[in-house]
């Protein structure tokens, strides 16, 4: 429900909207695009070419010169899983909205049959429902408001039935979805529409994966005189982008703004998502007044362990909660009455890693000096 005094804001925008303030260019849109790129940034890594694009992309939306009768902007994220497609959307929201959920989302892999197509559509004249217009779009979020773009994320795309998919062709075209009761029109033409897919993933990894079958091919593609100077990357974009052609028709390929076709996450940038989930296991810790340092061997484990193409930042995630989570909860429990401030240190000691907990206020010792030196431990 969008509260009064949201609206009362809008309608004052609205009207009191000049073109220019001092020398700099206003527009209705009340977001800034370096900040919203700037937290996008701190979320998400390994992925600087989508990134860079979407920032183009929301300069032009800022600016309002977009065409009005269509959708701001249409994009589809594909690549392997793990990578970052949903959680871009995530931080946007989180950016434009101040708040990683202020988007409308759709999975469509509950979408699988012909008749879910009535899910988003609503349901025909004389069923059940077809009165009320009940429908999976969540308006508000999707039309966002006068001074910020509404957001809506189909995910996992080639799971939908095709009937779903083609009640999308229209919404993509010319921002409008006419539900089937034909009293209600669903307007997306102050929206931000991102798909995501998974398709050609399987065929990515079975290339990586470097069968023999899979290298003769890569081999022969690059032998092909317009992919000479051509890198893996441009590679795989192809593979992908022929799964897709294979998935969907042209008609609805040929609607997206922009395809992006993610990267697969390097030990580099595993090496920053890591660092970041220590960093929010450390505020959400901070209430037992606790806080977490891995020394460099765990940190070097952690992200040989959590290095996995198949499933890319989920794997990363299981290997947190096994060698980190679970141990750190258990010493929490077992400390929850201690009104002392603890320090635990992960460090790698005879191949495993283990903690150790340091009472503060600190010890004048740097605590993975004191690792190595006493070779003292919780877990032992
Ligand atoms: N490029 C990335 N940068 C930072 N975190 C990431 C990245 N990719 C994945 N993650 C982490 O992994 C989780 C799963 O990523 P998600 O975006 O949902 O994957 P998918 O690409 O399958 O949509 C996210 O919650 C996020 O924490
Ligand atoms: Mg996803």
Request: net charge positive; proline share 3%.
């Amino acid at each position: 429900m969008t509260f009064i005094t949201t609206k009362l804001k809008d309608l004052n925008d609205r009207q009191q909207q000049p073109a220019h303030q001092g020398n700099r260019l206003v527009t209705r849109f009340r977001f800034d695009v370096r900040q919203v790129m700037s937290h996008v940034r701190s979320k998400i890594f390994g992925q600087e070419e989508t990134l860079r694009r979407l920032e183009e992309m929301l300069n032009i939306i800022w600016s309002d010169i977009t065409e009005p009768d269509r959708p701001l902007y249409v994009a589809l994220f594909l690549g392997p899983t793990g990578v970052g497609k949903t959680e871009i959307v995530r931080a946007l929201s989180e950016a434009i909205h101040g708040s990683p959920e202020a988007f409308c989302r759709i999975d469509m892999n509950t979408l699988t049959q012909e008749h879910y197509a009535a899910a988003l559509t609503g349901a025909p004249p004389g069923y059940v429902g077809s009165k009320e217009g009940t429908s999976l779009f969540q308006m508000e979020k999707i039309e966002g408001s006068y001074s910020k773009p509404g957001i809506i994320l189909f995910d996992e795309l080639e799971k939908a039935n095709d009937q779903v998919i083609y009640s999308l062709l229209n919404v993509m075209d010319n921002g409008l979805m006419v539900m089937t009761s034909g009293e209600k029109v669903i307007n997306f033409r102050n929206t931000l529409i991102f798909m995501t897919s998974n398709v050609g993933a399987k065929e990515i990894i079975d290339y990586a994966d470097g069968g023999f079958k899979y290298s003769l091919r890569k081999f022969l593609w690059f032998l092909q005189p317009s992919h000479w100077r051509k890198g893996e990357k441009d590679f795989l974009r192809d593979v992908t982008l022929k799964q897709l052609e294979k998935r969907f028709s042209p008609e609805f390929i040929n609607r997206f703004d922009d395809i992006f076709v993610f990267n697969w996450l390097h030990q580099e940038v595993l090496g920053y998502i890591l660092d970041m989930n220590v960093q929010s296991l450390n505020h959400r810790i901070q209430k037992y007044n606790c806080q977490l340092r891995l020394d460099e061997s765990a940190r070097k484990f952690l992200i040989k362990e959590g290095l996995n193409k198949r499933y890319g930042a989920r794997f990363l995630k299981r290997i947190i909660r096994k060698y980190i989570e679970v141990p750190l909860a258990s010493q929490i429990s077992q400390r929850l009455q201690g009104e002392t401030s603890l320090l635990f240190v992960a460090g790698m000691q005879n191949g495993k890693l283990n903690f150790l907990a340091i009472e503060e206020p600190k010890s004048s010792k740097d605590p993975e000096l004191l690792l190595k030196e006493t070779g003292q431990s919780l877990n032992s």
